[in-house]
T-cell receptor, first 115, second 115 residues
Framework: AQKVTQAQTEISVVEKEDVTLDCVYE???????LFWYKQPPSGELVFLIR??????QNEISGRYSWNFQKSTSSFNFTITASQVVDSAVYFC????????????FGTGTRLKVLA | DSGVTQTPKHLITATGQRVTLRCSPR?????VYWYQQSLDQGLQFLIQ???????AKGNILERFSAQQFPDLHSELNLSSLELGDSALYFC??????????????FGPGTRLTVL
């Protein structure tokens, strides 16, 4: 069975601090995709990244970076120099790369960045 | 504005009723996805269509059905509604050539309240 665990329910940081959101997944598939989404207080969902399981290179996009470690089944998300606008719920998700699939979401981590 | 439109924004109905949620993808996008977000179940993937055909199926109840029309808009039909169906329903679309991004663009959602 596939499963995504985001153990951190809520994190509060002060602006400019770095923060890492954890994501641990379970799957028996050899290839799969991992995702991160952001849901700000306004409610809309925003896709952040998709990572293929065979690509373990870390990804950096501005202040955002993602650390994928297949050995520990983790796909962690770090925000550097956090800003108030980063306040949101962040979801990690998993899906197969082929065949019948569905997206499996974690329960989300609420990040509060305080000014 | 993601370019994905959903109507209606809010819907209030009674148990046992049937409703239809509509989604118009971004111009040029062939894939449409439906998600449900509720307090009890969290964020769940329901179903995906690609150019009119069902591509993936998630936790969609038998009381729910969806389709994608030739003009690529999609409808999610929810019938025999129960209190537990109260949720925010998101639609997303993605372009036909995903490359390494598989990026989804989300609509603002339809908030369904079943009384």
């Amino acid at each position: 069975a596939q499963k995504v665990t985001q153990a951190q329910t809520e994190i509060s940081v002060v602006e400019k601090e770095d923060v890492t959101l954890d994501c641990v997944y379970e799957t028996r598939d050899t290839t799969y995709y991992l995702f991160w989404y952001k849901q700000p207080p306004s409610g809309e969902l925003v896709f952040l990244i998709r990572r293929n399981s065979f690509d373990e290179q870390n990804e950096i996009s501005g202040r955002y970076s993602w650390n994928f470690q297949k050995s520990t089944s983790s796909f962690n998300f770090t925000i550097t120099a956090s800003q108030v606008v980063d306040s949101a719920v962040y979801f990690c998700a998993l899906r197969r790369t082929s065949g019948t699939y569905k997206y499996i979401f974690g329960t989300g981590t609420r990040l509060k960045v305080l000014a | 504005d993601s370019g994905v439109t959903q109507t209606p924004k809010h819907l209030i109905t009674a148990t046992g009723q049937r409703v239809t949620l509509r989604c118009s993808p971004r111009s040029g996008d062939l894939s449409v996805y439906w998600y449900q977000q509720s307090l009890d179940q969290g964020l769940q993937f329901l179903i995906q269509y690609y150019n009119g055909e069902e591509r993936a199926k998630g936790n969609i109840l038998e009381r729910f059905s969806a389709q994608q029309f030739p003009d690529l808009h999609s409808e999610l039909n929810l019938s025999s509604l129960e209190l537990g169906d109260s949720a925010l329903y998101f639609c997303a679309s993605s372009p036909p050539v995903s490359g390494n991004q598989d990026e989804q663009f989300f609509g603002p959602g339809t908030r369904l309240t079943v009384l």
